[in-house]
């Protein structure tokens, strides 16, 4: 099957994932509306793909409600909402210069209430179509915790279970929901991560994101291969082996 005349909107397509899955989608005959703050990146975007676009800062509850109030009105078909947008920072608790606290805070902000933000403004929209998808974006750090990153671990814990929670309420509704895993990807979100050694090239990733999600549209969450290290970690008996790996450099 192929994912095609549906209309999606991506907040957080500016970059990374969240672009190479914008463009997948697009190819294949879809609407596609994309989502961030960087206006002018948006307009680029715009001129260089065709993209619609909409400036939103999920951080910022008006924001969001705005944004949503623009793309009922220009976009009364949406029915896809992938909920892309975050952001990742190393904390350490032990530096008392560090600014563990101001960082946990913004990530919380943007990675847990942001995507509260969304599905509570797009969910009467989603309802109302009659085979919509809300697609949330979670991490392999939700199921195993690098040590220099805890809150964004924790941010990403609440997606998997959340996501976990709404598909049982939203269960008899036209809305499927999906969670997408990623594993460790080569994007910009942490400085120099777009060539890091190791990390799967971003192309790769959205290739096989799009040939699961399109072999099975109701599946429960996304997983590529990479990711199942992680995401079977404590179930298949090998946490504290894959703690330990994960954490070893
Ligand atoms: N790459 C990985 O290794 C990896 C692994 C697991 C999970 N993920 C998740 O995948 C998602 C995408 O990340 P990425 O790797 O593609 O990183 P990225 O290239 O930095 O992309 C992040 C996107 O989120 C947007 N964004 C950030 N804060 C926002 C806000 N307050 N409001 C609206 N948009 C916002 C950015 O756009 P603007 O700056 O224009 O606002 C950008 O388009 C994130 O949720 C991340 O946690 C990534």
Known sequence: MTITAKTVFIPGATSGIGLALALRLKDAGNTVVIGGRRTEVLASLAASHGF????IDTADPASVLAARDQLVAEHPSLDVLIAMAGIMAPENLLD???????????????????PLRLVSAFLPQLASRPDATLMTVSSGLAHVPLAFTPTYNGTKAFIHRFTESIRLQLAGTSVTVVEL???????????????REGYLDLDAFADEVMALWEADPAAPEILVERVKFLRFAEVEGRFDATVAALNAH
């Open 52 to 55: 619609a676009t909409v400036a």
């Open 96 to 114: 008392p210069a560090s600014a563990f606290l101001e960082i946990a805070e913004r990530e919380v902000n943007t990675n847990i209430l942001g």
């Open 181 to 195: 895993v990623p594993p460790a990807v080569q994007t910009e979100l942490t400085p120099g991560q777009s060539t």
